[in-house]
């Protein structure tokens, strides 16, 4: 699944799913020159990690980023920048019985 969206002169198309091998996302229209902050980009993704509290998946992936182009010595260049997560610890055979169904939470339906 991949969507866009363009907010004034940055367009952002996200790809991937969560049981495939890979998500990630390229943001196109960032100017050179800014300095990214991956403590902050770090922190900011911790928010969506599985919570340790029995209410959530079991699955633990490490989320980090993995910039593919666009960013040198984590100031960015002025092309589009990629990065890409991989998912290791996806289980997509577990979803079988259910793959034809929407998924509230899970954007199913508006995908």
Do not use: W
Not at 3 to 16: A, H, K, P, R, Y
Not at 21 to 47: H, N, Q, S, Y
């Amino acid at each position: 699944m991949s969507s866009g969206f363009t907010l004034g002169n940055l367009s952002v198309s996200i790809f991937g799913e969560s049981h495939g091998k890979a998500i990630g996302a390229v943001i196109d229209g960032l100017p050179g020159g800014i300095t990214l902050d991956f403590d902050k980009i770090l922190d900011f993704m911790a928010r969506r990690a599985p919570k340790k509290d029995g209410t959530s998946t079991m699955r633990s992936e490490k989320d980090f980023p993995n910039v593919v182009s666009g960013l040198v010595d984590n100031v960015t260049t002025g092309t589009p920048l990629c990065c890409v997560i991989q998912n290791s610890d996806q289980h997509s055979a577990d979803y079988k019985s259910v793959s034809h169904l929407a998924r509230p939470g899970h954007a199913d339906y508006t995908g």
